[in-house]
């Protein structure tokens, strides 16, 4: 764990991180998936972990999930590469509007490939100021979503 | 417009519609890019909408979308079959806990086809009453989501 307060780190996958998730409003059939996964491997600090988090000292306060779509799938980014897939950005009600959210954002954006995702819940404003851009919607790649992206520079959108 | 109160119906896309949508929380690019359509087509009640909803005399107070994903593209059910996916199910707060819910699930299970959701904000317990089932996640599949099923008699999940 990193010393400096609040600064984001990847989460190492153990039943404490797993238990943690419990505090978060998105949990469900992926945690489950770990929990298995590390007990069928009886493995702790498991490395395939996507999760990157915030502590308060012991306590998982913020979290959000970073998955690498490889360029063969790509259907968002010219030219196709690898890029991120962000999910579950959450920050406990108690540590929020504190610039936690922005600064897993910031984590995220350092890591220098092109990032993808959908913003909930009318939070278009937020992608919006983390200088992410809306898409062009298309129903059979978006499926409803709300897909917003973030592209370094010098790669553009697929037309 | 059915008669009797409360029953739910397909949405026509028109502009009251479009209109309607901006009172649910999630609206976005979908709902945009629908706007579009409307405007380059100068076409009324269009037949595209995947949505369905239910009025409270001119206004509309709940609504989900059934998109229709066809059998190539199956990675949920066995055989491999033309399935929706349900999302957007959403009822306005004041006809919360009035059974609208339940009773727009109810509507898609009668089209009887495989339906996947992504159970989202724990309501786990929600689709378990509506007697969908939790899927094994798979995460280059499922990417973050949640997914349960609603499977029609003699429709298995893939292995």
């Known amino acids: ?90 920050v406990l009600p108690d540590y929020r509007n504190k610039g936690l959210g922005s600064k897993m954002v910031q984590y995220a954006k350092n890591l220098n490939h092109p990032i993808k995702t959908n913003a909930r819940s009318r939070s278009d404003q937020f992608w919006l100021k983390m200088g992410f851009q809306p898409v062009h919607y298309d129903p059979n790649r978006d499926r409803g979503e709300n897909p917003y992206v973030w592209l370094p520079e010098g790669i553009e959108l697929q037309k």
Do not use: C
């Open 1 to 90: 764990m990193n010393n400096e307060p609040f600064s984001v780190v990847p989460l190492k996958i153990n039943y404490k991180t797993l238990e943690d998730f419990k505090q978060f409003r998105e949990y469900g059939l992926e945690e489950l998936y770990m929990l298995e996964d590390l007990e069928e491997n009886l493995i702790e600090n498991h490395l395939r972990s996507p999760f990157f988090g915030i502590y308060d000292g012991d306590r998982l306060v913020a979290r959000m999930s970073l998955y690498e779509i490889e360029a063969p799938y790509d259907r968002f980014f010219q030219p196709p590469q690898n890029y991120y897939e962000l999910w579950k950005l959450e």
